[in-house]
């Protein structure tokens, strides 16, 4: 029974099921982990005169000044603050911003081009993005296979592989994962952050349950 739970938690999780994001090394040091499936089941905005510099000190954008990205797992920020923005380059080669999705349900994805569940989560994110109306899913992959960051080719690989038309798929890098309010708390890969219609930073989920983020994704569109 116990190694039974054990294996359940990790299902659950995803590529990295320990506090903290672990890098592609720590994972395949890890044995069994990178062989993790998790459940699954069977032109994005942006500004074509924008700088396509992805640098750090071009990453963060202009954001509320009260923003946050503090946020921990099944707990509900107390009092509710709005994320912080960032800038970074999509499948299309655009520079997109966070707050061009302001509005909307989000569902923010940010997952690795190594990691297994990631791969079948990907899978199903044009077709759970098209899914709702007023709802979107960003994706923000921060390693490529070899744990560096994406570049564009990779990026639209990524994009095509999976069918990813309409949903932004974004090149991230490790440099926005933290536990200060500018970065993003990432538990596992993939970590999901959800974001309601007034845009406030609600639900941080570690690893991949489709109906579990299914009832996160149409519970915040019914308010």
Not at 11 to 28: A, E, I, M, Q, R
């Amino acid at each position: 029974m116990r190694i039974l739970n054990i294996i359940i938690i990790l299902f659950t999780l995803g590529c990295s099921p320990s506090p903290g994001y672990h890098s592609v090394d720590d994972v395949k040091d890890s044995e069994g982990l990178s062989n993790s499936e998790g459940i699954v089941s069977d032109d994005p905005p942006g500004a074509d005169d924008w700088s396509t510099d992805t640098s750090d000190e071009n990453t963060m954008k202009e954001s509320y000044e009260d923003c946050s990205n503090e946020i921990e797992v099944w707990v509900e920020p107390d009092p509710l603050r709005k994320p912080c923005n960032f800038q970074l380059l999509d499948q299309d080669g655009n520079l997109v911003e966070l707050y061009d999705f302001e509005g909307d349900v989000i569902m923010l994805d940010f997952s690795t081009m190594w990691c297994i569940v990631c791969k079948r989560v990907a899978e199903h994110v044009q077709e759970l993005n098209d899914a709702y109306e007023g709802f979107s899913i960003i994706t923000v992959l921060t390693q490529n296979s070899s744990g560096n960051q994406p570049t564009l080719d990779e990026i639209q690989t990524w994009a095509d592989e999976y069918g990813i038309t309409t949903s932004p798929v974004l090149s991230g890098s490790d440099m926005m994962i933290g536990t200060d309010a500018q970065s993003w708390n990432v538990v596992a890969v993939p970590t999901f952050f959800f974001i309601d219609k007034d845009f406030y930073l609600r639900i941080l989920m570690g690893g991949w349950n489709e109906e579990t983020a299914t009832n996160h994704i149409e519970n915040l569109l019914a308010e």
